[in-house]
């Protein structure tokens, strides 16, 4: 099976999986956690390590992580790397709603390459600037 799993300091990875949900649906293959406030990293990890225990050395992961080298991206790696599966993982750091989204949709449709390149493409593209125009009329009321 191939995994999504996301991670993040704080409740942003458990907040961006429930909007992911949203807009797929309930999934098993979905997952997260994240180092919340006053917790340990060896914390944390036990939590990811509980979170990936029914993962086997067939199954892929995508890892998207708040902030790269973070302590939950290197955590998460370093218990998917006792695991066996780090050549199984593609890891992908600093996730948003669109990256996370076509990581869920198309993880099950693409090639490893060809994910990679979207997930990178739908990250950049879902961060623009929206720029209003001034209405001056409004000065007039």
Known sequence: MKYVVMVSHGEFAPGLHSAVKMMTGDRDDVLSTSLKDGMSADQFAEN???LVSGFTS?????LLADIL???????????????G???NTLVIAGMNMPCAISAVL?????DRDALK??????G?????EFVTESNDDDDDL
Request: aromatic share 4%.
């Open 48 to 50: 990811f390590r509980e």
């Open 58 to 62: 067939d199954d892929e992961v995508v």
């Open 69 to 83: 080298s973070g302590s939950p991206f290197t955590n998460a790696l370093s218990v998917l790397d006792e695991k």
């Open 85 to 87: 599966l780090l050549a």
């Open 106 to 110: 198309m993880k099950d449709n693409m």
């Open 117 to 122: 390149e979207t997930l990178l493409s739908e």
């Open 124 to 128: 950049r593209a879902g961060l623009c």
